[in-house]
């Protein structure tokens, strides 16, 4: 079954497609990137996936990956993946979230999947 961005902001409150137009329009200021959608996120991709994308009703949730640990209370949760990668858990509720700290960690993912 082949998915379409679109189909994950189905039956989602209007922030949500608001929240994701402002990531990626942040996203392309790092070079070109790919909207890659699975069955449930959508995976958004340099050389390789660098933060994966998840709708919920009201809000995103970014996995981002890094090859740091970061100490934010907005930091869900976070995952070591290997001995030089992390993944970190971020819900954003208004595109206003997206902000300067936000914007150099997913920076930071880009490079690295570049």
């Not at 009703?57 to 995952?79: A, S, Y």
């Not at 970190?88 to 595109?95: A, D, E, F, L, S």
């Amino acid at each position: 079954m082949e998915y379409k961005v679109i189909d994950h902001f189905e039956n989602k409150e209007p922030i949500v497609s608001n929240i994701y137009e402002k990531l990626i329009s942040e996203c392309e200021k790092f070079g070109t990137i790919y909207q890659s959608p699975k069955k449930t996120s959508i995976h958004l991709d340099a050389k390789s996936g660098f933060v994966g994308v998840y709708t919920r009703k009201g809000c995103l949730l970014l996995h981002i990956h890094t090859d740091f640990d970061v100490n934010d209370p907005r930091i869900e949760k976070t995952e070591k993946i290997s001995a030089n990668r992390y993944k970190h858990i971020v819900r954003i509720k208004n595109p206003d979230e997206i902000d300067k700290q936000i914007i150099d960690w997913l920076k930071s993912a880009y490079k690295l999947k570049s």
